[in-house]
């Protein structure tokens, strides 16, 4: 047994009102510099839907992830190490930008040095590949809530999957959203297509960097990750992709994306897994095995040995602590509620979903019946057959029984809370019908529904002893190599070797994010220490001198 | 050495030299300096129809030229003499193969330089760096190919020259009256060439370093451990040093 930490997050789909705060926060955070400009590290898909980029899911065109050989070992969808190679000059099934999007902006300059018109002037969008006038037609969301149904979203490869006649019916009536970031995949299958060796799995948190002093722009990465989710910065020449906010991690504050989210969908926190079984479990040959393998190859924190294990490998305590109030590794293996997102691409995904319950819900309501008898919804269930098929195809490989499994436990929630939310005498029947105690089916509703913050998030930070020295990794960090982008001309080049060349990285201060951390957990609301002589001039109505407006007179100070 | 005029040892002795050392000197900078721009710099992100012929075409036939040279410049007649293979032989290989190979390389780059001139985001990616290495390229791949053709007709055998030049430079046993005999389209593109390797370190062209041959061996998935042995960001100053135990 290796035991090994991966920081792992869960994402409860049902609350996802698909508003994109987590997408923008993100992009603002760390990919709104040029030359990723079409990057969303994070970005919200509705389903069903093409996805980010078009029918990335497709992989019989894009060859992402691993697949099984005859004799049942392991290989990439892509081909041979040979052949990884002998293609590199000219990657076969490397998405193109118009796959993303060509991303835009407006002359906004026309608005505001336009003269006095009869008509009001008009922001024209250029391209911020070419520098032209372009005609927007597509962007990472540009079906979003089923825009352009039914035409656009026929091209969803998991619908084409489920179903090739109901289709028109059934998107009218059932959608939900799918917010997406890098996997940090236990396997990853981009780390093991990169010819340089660029990519790497953090061993102490499991988080997946690109080492951008390493990669040599070959976009081998790009073509093996089946989420896509590994992008080429077209002006570095780099590939990026989402970092966890490591830095953030690091001294134990959630990342940008799940801070941010307004529906508070998103748990963070560490699983323990045996690294010697994740190759193994990841060759399980039967696909819908898939998903019982990789959730045995979790390790249960409370379980004596692998303590003593995980002490053996060198985890501080304090960390393996964490790993028993993880949020994550409950509604992974004690509620199993969360199920990853496609196991069969076989890189074994760390960001899972608790998939949602409403599609069902809006069904049953639609029709006017108490949705949320929970007989009502268990027949709803199994009535409902091309959602449930549509959440299998995306989180289990194609097996309804476990998609079934969880949303009778969800349904079940729904019922028997309302029981004690209306004062009635709880029902344990229903707990029980689906297999869990009634302590558990309460301690999974606060999980689930009241999602504390600190229940939600269980970040340890690394210990300050690491802290710095993990710190030292960050020229992982792409955004340490911007410049200000201010001068920034879009169709320019700048640095003697072409964007971004021959500057050192300046580490992010850990000092910056723990600061952060402080004013976001202090009791006291923060200010800078001199507040009290400062005035707030929006509030000021001109009248008389509030306090403060100029430094107190010293001593010796003359009076005019 | 003797009977080379001033000009013959500038340009045959001095002129490499300086640009072997601006080479090696160029890159140990360039890695220092500037390891994040020490990448491809692709666009295949922009256009991808035009480059999936041409720089395979491009890529494969420059490997194959670069063999060529090894074989040509670094091998001398006598070894391959005596494992049996005759003049006749030899040059009937090295012209075709060289033919086929700078053919290929032609055409790659034709399209190349096409596609770059003609797509716009590719363009505007061009440094003038990168204008100014194709331009050289250019040329010297057109002079080599001009001179493997012209051995067809020619009767000028560069392995009694040019190589035995190349070859001394490494050697230290200089023999530039050798270059200044050869045929002028030998001169320029010898010349030229050794200026493209000066150029070299500047250049996208430090990819060819990073070719990735280690994939082939190394384990799928890296990990990488936190590194060990400093304490906060910037490295230990001097003095600064723990007290470990050293073994
Ligand atoms: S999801 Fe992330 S870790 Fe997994 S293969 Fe893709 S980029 Fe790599
Ligand atoms: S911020 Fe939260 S609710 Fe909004 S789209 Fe993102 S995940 Fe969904």
Redesign the interface.
């Known amino acids: 047994m290796k035991v090994m930490a991966q920081m792992a997050m869960v994402m409860n789909l049902d609350k996802c009102i698909g508003c994109h705060t987590c997408s923008v926060t993100c992009k603002q955070a760390w990919t709104n510099r040029s030359g990723v400009e079409y990057v969303w590290w994070n970005n919200v898909e509705t389903r069903p839907g093409q996805g980010y980029p078009r029918t990335y899911e497709d992989q019989e065109r894009w060859q992402g992830g691993w697949r099984l050989t005859r004799t049942g070992r392991l290989r990439l969808r892509a081909g041979s190490r040979l052949k990884n190679l002998v293609t590199i000059f000219s990657s076969p099934t490397m998405p193109a930008i118009q796959d993303y999007y060509e991303p835009w902006t407006y002359d906004y300059d026309t608005l505001i040095s336009s003269p006095l018109t009869k008509h009001t002037p008009v922001a024209q969008p250029y391209s911020l590949i070419s520098g032209q006038p372009m005609k927007i037609s597509w962007s990472a969301n540009w079906d979003d809530d089923l825009g352009g149904a039914p035409n656009v979203t026929q091209n969803d490869p998991i619908l084409k999957k489920v179903s090739d006649e109901i289709k028109l019916e059934y998107e009218r009536t059932f959608m939900f959203h799918l917010p997406r970031i890098c996997e940090h995949c236990l396997n990853p299958s981009c780390a093991a297509s990169c010819p340089s060796g660029a990519i790497y799995k953090r061993s102490e948190d499991g988080i997946v960097l690109v080492d951008q002093d390493k990669c040599r722009g070959w976009r081998k990465c790009v073509t093996g990750c089946p989420y896509k989710k590994v992008y080429f910065n077209h002006k570095t020449g780099k590939a990026e992709k989402c970092t966890f906010c490591f830095p953030r991690i690091e001294v134990g504050i959630p990342t940008v994306c799940s801070e941010t989210c307004v529906g508070r969908l998103r748990y963070i926190g560490l699983v323990l897994y045996d690294a010697d079984r994740v190759l193994d479990a990841a060759s399980t040959e039967d696909e819908h095995e898939l998903l019982a393998a990789q959730r045995s190859v979790f390790l249960d924190p409370d379980d004596p040995e692998v303590q003593r294990e995980a002490e053996a490998a060198g985890i501080p305590h304090d960390w393996v602590r964490a790993a028993q109030r993880s949020p994550v590794w409950k509604l992974i293996n004690r509620y199993e509620v969360a199920l990853p997102l496609h196991p069969e691409y076989r890189t074994m995904p760390m960001v899972w979903y608790v998939p949602p319950l409403s599609p069902v819900v809006d069904q049953v309501q639609e029709t006017g019946v108490d949705a949320e008898d929970v007989d009502t919804l268990f027949a709803a269930i199994e009535s409902l057959r091309i959602p449930v098929e549509y959440l299998a195809e995306l989180f289990t490989a194609g097996d309804t029984v476990p998609v079934t499994g969880v949303l009778h436990k969800l349904a079940a929630m729904r019922s028997y809370m309302r029981d004690l939310n209306l004062g009635r005498d709880p029902r344990p029947e229903i707990p029980a019908g689906v297999g869990m105690s009634e302590e558990d089916m309460y301690e999974m509703y606060r999980l689930l529904a009241l999602a504390p913050y600190d229940e939600r998030y269980v970040i340890p930070p690394a210990h300050s002893e690491q802290a710095h020295q993990l710190e030292e990794l960050v020229t992982e960090c792409a955004v340490a190599n911007v410049d200000d982008g201010l001068e920034q001309d879009y169709a320019g080049v700048s640095g003697p070797f072409g964007e971004g060349s021959g500057e050192q990285s300046q580490p992010i201060a850990v000092e910056t994010l723990q600061a952060l951390r402080t004013r976001q957990t202090s009791d006291e609301s923060w200010g800078p220490p001199d507040k009290h002589r400062r005035v707030n001039l929006l509030n000021w109505d001109g009248q008389g001198m509030p306090r403060g407006l100029f430094p107190r007179k010293r001593k010796g100070d003359v009076d005019e | 050495m003797s009977g080379a005029s001033t000009l013959d040892i500038l340009l045959w002795v001095v002129w490499p030299y300086v640009c072997l050392a601006v080479f090696v000197f160029g890159h140990w900078w ?1 890695y220092h ?16 129809r035009l ?2 012929w041409g ?2 075409l ?3 036939g420059i490997l194959f030229v670069f063999l060529g040279h090894v074989m040509g410049l670094g091998v001398p007649k006598s070894w391959t003499s005596a494992v049996g293979i005759s003049d006749h032989l030899y040059h009937l290989m090295a012209i075709t193969i060289g033919a086929v190979a700078g053919f290929c390389t032609i055409v790659g780059m034709i399209i190349l330089i096409y596609r770059r001139r003609t797509v ?2 590719v363009f ?4 003038r ?1 990168d204008k100014a290495m194709y331009l050289v390229l250019a040329v010297v791949i057109l002079l080599g190919l001009a001179n493997t053709v012209g051995q067809v007709i020619g009767e000028y055998d560069y392995r009694e020259g040019v190589s035995i030049w190349f070859r001394g430079i490494f050697r230290f046993s200089l023999h530039p009256d050798l270059m200044a005999a050869a045929p002028l389209t030998f001169q320029l593109h010898g010349f030229i060439a050794i200026f493209l390797f000066a150029m070299w370190p ?3 062209l430090v ?1 060819v370093f ?1 070719a ?5 061996w ?1 384990p ?9 042995g ?4 910037a490295p230990t100053r001097r003095g600064w040093d723990r007290s470990d135990l050293k073994r």
Do not use: C, N
């Open positions: 360039r300096y500037d390891k994040f721009g020490w990448t491809t710099r692709s666009s295949q992100l922009y256009e991808s480059l999936r720089s395979p491009f890529h494969f716009g985001p505007s990616a061009t440094t760096m500047f250049t996208r990819h990073s990735p041959i280690g994939y082939l190394r799928y998935i890296v990990y990488r451990a936190k590194p060990e400093r304490l906060g960001s």
